[in-house]
């Protein structure tokens, strides 16, 4: 009896078995050969980088002998007899690749067969070319798309907007998201780099509105124009509407209260016009309002604060006006707020008192007057933007108890005082910014424990002594602490993460820091008007990273090391006002930062592949604020500041006020990103390079005060950037260049103190002009005077015949006795 029991079931079992094998649940043939041929593709737009066996992580499992549904990032749906694809999670294939590897949109031709999918993500794979519509227009059954961060451009196609089953929809972020390579960077002879605009542009279609059953839209930072199509309004089920860093102008549509269903309204970093729409008050669920750095305009209307669900209102950077005299009890509880620069005036407003779960309070750029309130402190927020107001008094040292502060900006008050030697027990701050104000005393040695510091600004205050040691493990990031009255040796003690540093207009004094090299990930060093002394520091060729080096007025001696020119990355140089002896080093022409147009390199990331900047991270917000010190310049005769995208816009070469000598390196004329050079009172000799009027980006070009000769190169009239121009006190001679910018250039004090200069920007004729050489008359003048000749011999019969005859006529003969 066991026997026959155990009979029947391994029959039973073989039976299932069979009929198992008889329904096959596995994907069919069509989706698996198509998802094959998605990765043959792939591997082979990637088979030219050298990184390609690290990435595309996961298809390793994607092969002929399995089946499809067993695949990694594959999800299917059984069926009566198989497994359809219905899902591909194909985000961050290859994160790692650079420009010089382009993973082209063509490569979803093939997915676009698998009609089953209802589920598509795209994401993180700086994928470039236009968004396929023809393909998409297949996938019929698809709920879920995700392309947010590639580099796609061209327009949205219509045919995304015919898939009414959508519910979510993100192509937010696609713009370049590669670094350069740098081997781009040891390209010496490199002329011109292009890029492809890729980004997603043109307008929003009008067929959004086909999208019923959409709950998530998020199109941000990418480069759409026009105005908010009135058809999102019929889009009732959705969420979340992000539309947030774009190109959109127009109003902010009246009837937007119509889509009760939102909670989070992003219109951010646009050019929207209008008022805040009143309907917007019939949007119970909002949550999330940010409406920030538009062209709105009016009085902000009190009744946001009514909504009892909103946590983040961010209205600032608009022209929108805060009620100062009206009297606020808000029913929600906010945890973000701005207001910057929305004509908030008086005290900080006390009803934020209330507010005890305020995370983040920006007040930037108002009227604001008083003290730093102790309830204020007692809010325990994490970020306090208090920036460009008129607040005075001294700051609490309870606000450096916090555990939750993680951001104090209080830059450009009139706050005044020491800093509490408190401040580091400040365990959780990140960035503490307090330039332009009157603190004063000595910096406390704690501030060197705050290990989470990342950037630091004590910029303009009156700050003595000796700066804080911070340790090798240090995070700190960004230092400035310039225009103080810090002393002692310049402080050199900072941690192997630091990209930018600022010490400039202090008293510092000593040599140049040997230590600094230990800075490999320095990029900005701005050292001027301090009291250093020695020679020029070989060890500076050896922070690859910089991109500014200012070293004026800091009395350096001896000769500039060759080595310099191997800072690829190097776009502003300033050695002015110093001793510096010896000739320009020719391989100046090979700073390929000053190559290469800066309007270029302004757009992209370049930092290492171990740089910290691959990871710090600001939050958007972070825009608002200046993170980069300004950077004195004499530009255009004048002392200018930059900063900013001003900054990064901008290539200098300044090596005037020292002791240079011997010829002008033609190779400078190879530094066509360059918007001024500036050669002035050396002692250099020789002709100025004709290569210069290949300088096609120059702005200013001061060579005055040197003992050049010869002439003006003719190659100048090339020069159609060229405003600003000093060749004064030389021993320069003949015809100064004519051309449509150079004849603009025409005050006599540019040229002035030449021993024979001419032309018609001076209004002195050159000697050929007065002087013809033998045999090379004007044809035009030979004409004349052959015409003037012949005009003299028929004249005088003639005129003596017409002056007879009228003799005659008027009885000048009859009158004769």
């Not at 604060?305 to 100062?324: A, F, I, V």
């Amino acid at each position: 009896m066991a026997s026959l029991s155990l009979l029947l079931a391994t029959n039973l079992v073989l039976l299932i078995f069979s009929i198992f094998n008889a329904l096959c649940f596995c994907c069919p043939q069509d989706q698996k050969a198509a998802l094959l041929e998605f990765k043959s593709l792939l591997v082979g737009d990637l088979a030219d980088n050298s990184s390609a066996d690290v990435l595309l992580g996961g298809l390793e499992t994607w092969n002929s002998s399995s089946h499809c549904c067993q695949w990694s990032m594959v999800r299917c749906h059984a069926r009566i007899s198989s497994q359809e694809v219905t899902g591909l999670y194909l985000y961050n294939l290859f994160p790692s690749v650079v420009l010089d590897s382009i993973v082209s949109s063509n490569v979803l031709t093939p997915l676009f067969r698998i009609r089953s999918l209802m589920l598509l993500d795209l994401s993180y794979n700086s994928m470039q070319g236009e968004i396929p519509g023809t393909g998409f227009a297949n996938l019929t059954n698809l709920v879920y798309l995700d392309m947010k961060n590639n580099s796609m451009n061209g327009s949205i196609p219509a045919q995304l907007f015919n898939l009414r089953h959508l519910e979510f929809l993100d192509l937010s972020t696609n713009a370049i998201q590669g670094t350069l390579s740098s081997n781009i960077f040891g390209l010496k002879n490199l002329k011109q780099l292009i890029l492809d605009e890729n980004f997603i542009r043109g307008e929003i279609p009008a067929e959004i509105g086909n999208l019923k059953k959409l709950q998530k839209l998020s199109l941000r930072q990418n480069q759409l124009s026009g105005g908010i199509p009135l058809s999102v309004l019929q889009l009732r089920e959705l969420v979340t509407m992000d539309l947030q860093k774009n190109m959109l102008s127009g109003e902010i549509p009246n009837g937007i209260g119509t889509l009760v269903n939102i909670t989070t309204l992003d219109l951010s970093r646009n050019s929207l016009k209008g008022g805040i729409p009143q309907s917007i008050r019939n949007m119970n669920k909002l949550e999330t309002l940010q409406l920030e750095d538009n062209l709105l305009s009016g009085e902000i209307p009190s009744w946001l604060l009514d909504h009892r669900q909103m946590k983040k209102l961010l209205l600032g950077g608009n022209e929108l006006t805060w009620n100062n005299n009206i009297s606020i009890v808000p029913n929600c509880r906010l945890t973000d707020l701005s207001l910057r620069s929305c004509n908030v005036r008086g005290q900080i407003p006390v009803w934020l008192s209330n507010q005890t779960d305020l995370t983040f309070l920006d007040l930037s750029e108002n009227e604001l007057e008083g003290t730093f309130p102790q309830w204020l402190v007692e809010l325990n927020l994490g970020t306090v933007i208090l920036q460009d107001n008129k607040l005075t008094g001294s700051l609490p040292p309870q606000l450096f108890e916090s555990r939750n502060l993680s951001v104090l900006v209080c830059s450009r008050n009139n706050f005044y005082g020491e800093l509490p030697e408190t401040m580091g027990e400040s365990s959780s701050v990140m960035i503490l910014m307090l330039s332009s104000n009157y603190f004063s005393g000595r910096v406390p040695k704690s501030i060197s424990s705050i290990y989470r510091l990342l950037l630091l600004d004590l910029s303009n205050n009156s700050f003595f002594g000796e700066f804080p040691t911070f340790g090798a493990d240090s995070l700190l990031a960004y230092i400035d602490i310039s225009s103080n009255k810090f002393s002692g040796d310049i402080p050199s003690a900072f941690g192997r993460d630091t990209l930018m540093l600022s010490l400039s207009e202090n008293e510092f004094s000593g040599k140049f820091p040997q230590n600094l090299s230990n800075l490999s990930l320095l990029e900005h060093l701005d050292i001027h008007d301090n009291n250093i002394t020695g020679k020029f520091p070989a060890f500076l060729s050896q922070l690859s990273s910089l991109k500014v080096l200012n070293l004026r007025n800091i009395s350096l001696q001896g000769s500039i090391n060759d080595d310099l020119s191997n800072l690829s990355s190097l776009r502003i140089l300033d050695l002015s006002n110093n001793k510096l002896t010896g000739k320009i080093p020719s391989d100046f022409g090979n700073l390929v930062g000053m190559i290469v147009s800066p309007t270029i390199l302004s757009t992209l990331s370049l930092p290492r592949e171990d740089s910290f900047a691959n990871w710090i991270k600001f939050p958007d917000w972070t825009a608002n604020l200046k993170k980069s010190p300004d950077l004195i310049v004499n530009w255009k005769k004048s002392k200018q500041s930059l900063s900013g995208w001003s900054l990064r816009l901008c290539s200098f070469l300044d090596l005037s006020n020292n002791q240079f000598s011997g010829e002008i390196p033609s190779a400078l004329g190879n530094l066509k990103g360059l918007k001024l050079l500036n050669l002035s009172y050396n002692i250099l000799r020789g002709n100025i390079p004709s290569t210069f009027g290949e300088l096609e980006s120059l702005e200013t070009l001061d060579l005055s005060h040197n003992h050049l000769s010869g002439q003006i190169p003719q190659t100048f009239a090339k020069l159609q950037q060229l405003n600003t121009i000093d060749l004064s006190n030389n021993n320069l001679s003949g015809q100064i260049p004519e051309g449509s910018q150079m004849d603009r250039l025409n005050d006599p004090a540019i040229y002035a103190n030449n021993s024979g200069l001419c032309g018609m920007q001076i209004q002195v004729l050159c000697a050929e002009d007065l002087h013809p050489p033998p045999g090379t008359h004007d044809v035009k003048e030979e004409e004349t005077r052959l015409f003037s000749w012949k005009a003299t011999a028929i004249g005088y019969p003639l005129g003596f015949f017409y002056v007879g005859a009228a003799m005659y006529f008027i009885g000048y003969f009859n009158s004769v006795p």
